[in-house]
């Protein structure tokens, strides 16, 4: 049986408005498409990878910065931008993993909850792959991924009409201190962490991506096609 065949964009460091221009483009060609050729389809989407070029805060689709804070934040030298994901406020930066799914999840046999979940399958399995073995997911409101009380990966997609777009960032030697300026995600009492934090070495982002892009094959049961033109 012939796997699904998923685009694989990588585009190294990228300012986060790029990354939003690009998704935006991904998702107009697959909305484009017929919904016969969608359900029969051998090509799924495209799989957007990249690591953010600066400090950026963004808020979901159930808000999470206040106008005073945005300004707050902006004084920090960071952009902030609303966008269309599920959840609450989170930071982006250097150091992290963006992948950024748009993905007609009907070409995949997959609904909504399953394909965050496979998300989530996708950065426990970097996890293990790094030594850390405590990495689990968590029931809502805690989607993402953790190691102990501290998440390591925060997960807010954005799905219309089957397609997905939004995904995941997985923090690998993220400057941390961005995080203490805002709630992430909303949830009091909780903490951040990185893999370099966890594993007390600088871990790249360039290091991670091999493995992922395997556990991603590995968990959506489909084959990475490389992307030339991020276009």
Not at 34 to 57: F, Q
Not at 97 to 106: I, S, W
Not at 134 to 142: L, S, V
Request: aromatic residues 4%; neutral net charge.
């Amino acid at each position: 049986m012939r796997l699904p065949a998923v685009r694989l964009v990588r585009l190294s460091r990228l300012p986060y408005a790029d990354l939003l221009a690009l998704q935006e483009r991904w998702l107009r060609r697959l909305q484009a498409e017929p919904d016969t050729e969608a359900r029969s389809g051998t090509e799924a989407g495209a799989l957007l990878l990249c690591e953010p070029a600066g400090p950026v805060y963004t808020s979901g689709l159930r808000g999470g910065l206040t106008p005073e804070e945005t300004a707050r934040l902006q004084a920090l030298g960071a952009e902030v931008r609303a966008t269309g994901r599920g959840g609450l406020a989170t930071f982006h930066g250097p150091g992290q993993l963006l992948c950024h799914p748009v993905l007609d999840l009907r070409r995949l046999g997959l609904r909504l909850r399953t394909h965050v979940a496979a998300l989530e399958a996708c950065a426990v399995r970097v996890c293990e792959l790094q030594g850390l073995h405590g990495a689990r997911a968590r029931p809502p409101p805690y989607t993402g991924v953790w190691l102990g009380e501290r998440k390591v990966c925060a997960i807010g997609v954005r799905c219309g009409r089957h397609i997905t777009s939004h995904g995941l960032a997985l923090n690998c030697s993220t400057d941390l201190v961005w995080f203490e300026h805002i709630v992430p995600c909303g949830l009091v009492g909780t903490g951040v962490t990185s893999l370099s934090e966890e594993l007390q070495k600088h871990v790249t982002v360039d290091e991670v991506i091999p493995p992922f892009l395997e556990a991603f094959e590995e968990t959506y049961k489909c084959t990475l096609i490389s992307e030339n033109s991020p276009n």
